[in-house]
T-cell receptor, first 110, second 114 residues
């Protein structure tokens, strides 16, 4: 699986959009970009995933650059409950699981 | 209410004892996974199973064993051969074992071995 690079931590004001970047410059054509988040002492929560096109669901939007070497997760109106560690992961099409890095610790400030 | 159930939430054992962690899902998912998480670290894959009666080693399988006799169950045994068994263990499942199939996680079992 391709490696990802994320900032170790970010702050965002409550009510604003949180934009979390991820670099995956060695991504292959058949690898998906996944985003999960984990609140302390709980299991990771699936947020969104995509291959080439931008994706949106009730939780977030995923913007993938045209060359697929980076992506951004957007939480449109951050709340205090969005404080968590966010993981960006690339996964091969014939996936045997997910390879987690250290993620970005997002802190939503009141 | 569909989901993944891991029990118990906290487990304590003496060194040298084997211990089995339970993972049950009622999502009718084919694939199941076991991960381990140490403090301040990401998750590491122990074992995975894409179908009943079949499973493969992940990145850190030494000292662990699994079985997949039923679609809904994927128990993990932490053996006495595992040198650092104290950790947070997470089970996950997905509809199928392909890249386009999200994993859904349980809430974990925290194992402490003294």
């Amino acid at each position: 699986d391709a490696k990802t690079t994320q900032p170790p931590s970010m702050d965002c004001a409550e009510g604003r959009a949180a934009n979390l970047p991820c670099n995956h410059s060695t991504i292959s054509g058949n690898e998906y970009v996944y985003w999960y988040r984990q609140i302390h002492s709980q299991g990771p929560q699936y947020i969104i995933h995509g291959l080439k096109n931008n994706e949106t669901n009730e939780m977030a939007s995923l913007i993938i650059t045209e060359d697929r070497k980076s992506s951004t997760l957007i939480l449109p109106h951050a709340t205090l409950r969005d404080t968590a560690v966010y993981y960006c992961i690339v996964r091969v099409a014939g996936g045997d699981g997910l390879t987690f890095g250290k993620g970005t610790h997002l802190i939503i400030q009141p | 209410d569909g989901g993944i159930t891991q029990s118990p939430k906290y487990l304590f054992r003496k060194e040298g004892q084997n211990v089995t962690l339970s993972c049950e899902q009622n999502l009718n998912h084919d694939a199941m996974y076991w991960y381990r998480q140490d403090p301040g670290q990401g998750l590491r894959l122990i074992y995975y199973s894409q179908i009943v009666n079949d499973f493969q080693k992940g990145d850190i399988a030494e000292g662990y064993s699994v079985s997949r006799e039923k679609k809904e169950s994927f128990p993990l045994t932490v053996t006495s051969a595992q040198k650092n068994p104290t950790a947070f263990y997470l089970c996950a499942s997905s509809i199928e074992g392909t890249g386009n199939s999200p994993l859904h996680f349980g809430n974990g079992t925290r194992l402490t071995v003294t």
